[in-house]
């Protein structure tokens, strides 16, 4: 691939309980250069942990292991904490899936933004405060001034997301991982706020890993897509092919969502067979 930006192989990631060692992720390879890249599958397939581990942002009884994972030339595994926290949030920003959970309540949403720049370039308090500004209105908020003073309460939550946008761009990363970043919006707001992050996406030569559930919408959105079962990826296919997906377990996953005009007494059963852990 070319303008490779992330390579992982053979990912592993374990959390220890109690004296028992729980296998979170296996297997996982995947590349990444400016495209947007899907990874869906049930909850509680490892979706999120793969993403957080990019970040090493899981707790102490979590081990991870890979062949590879590198970020350009950087081992991410054998990075000090140093290197990581110049890496979080600078090179590499995660949009968390609802901005009421993400957002420091007590702090207008202006000076978040441009804390979020401060933390990564020494500027004055007044270039960050014009940064978060330009910032907002990238994000096609009207009347950035106003909002800039608001508190995550005084925000809905297609502003909130927004915001969130604008906090994890104004650093300039190269990779941005958004997990499940329109779930809690509905589906009007959900497309503005997706058209605006694949806007800003493709001005700024940026690799996206988007963590989904939901197959329709990194269909029309993504360009490849990991589908994840218990923790190993089991088919990577074009998001333009979805519907020639081979394994039975993606083409369970197209089944399952009602439709509207497609009258079914019952929804299938999306089935699951122990082999496809080892296949």
């Known amino acids: 691939m070319q303008n490779t930006k992330l390579e992982v192989k053979n990912l592993q990631i374990s959390f220890s309980h109690e004296g028992n060692q729980v296998n979170a992720v296996r297997d996982v390879s995947f ?4 495209e947007k890249l ?6 509680g397939s490892g ?10 942002l899981h707790p102490k009884n979590a081990t991870v292991e890979a062949e590879k994972l590198l970020f350009g030339d950087i081992d991410l595994l054998k990075a000090s904490e140093k290197t990581m926290r110049d890496i979080r949030g600078r090179r590499i920003s995660m949009i968390m899936q609802d901005p009421k959970y993400s957002l420091n309540p007590v702090m207008k949403v202006g000076d978040q933004i441009a804390e979020a720049y401060l933390a990564h370039y020494k500027v004055s308090k007044k270039i960050a405060q014009e940064k ?40 300039e990363p190269e990779i941005i991982i958004a997990d499940e970043p329109t779930s809690a ?12 992050l694949d806007e800003l996406i493709n001005e700024s030569n940026i690799g996206l890993i988007f963590i989904s559930h939901d197959l329709d919408l990194v269909r029309n959105y993504c360009d490849r897509v990991l589908v994840m079962y218990a923790g190993r990826v089991v088919e990577s296919i074009k998001a333009s092919e979805l519907e020639n997906a081979h394994h039975p377990y993606t083409q369970g996953l197209l089944k399952a969502p009602p439709r509207i005009g497609d009258i079914r007494h019952r929804l299938p059963t999306l089935e699951r067979d122990p082999s496809w852990l080892y296949n």
């Open 31 to 34: 590349s990444l250069g400016q």
């Open 185 to 196: 919006l509905d589906v009007s707001v959900q497309r503005q706020v997706l058209n605006l």
């Open 47 to 56: 979706k999120s942990t793969v993403g957080r581990s990019l970040l090493k």
């Open 132 to 171: 978060a500004l330009v910032m907002l209105e990238k994000v096609q908020i009207r009347d950035p001034k106003r909002v800039y003073s608001l508190y995550p309460h005084e925000v809905s939550g297609g502003m909130g997301q927004r915001v969130m946008i604008a906090m994890m761009l104004i650093p």
């Open 38 to 43: 899907a990874i869906v599958g049930e909850s």
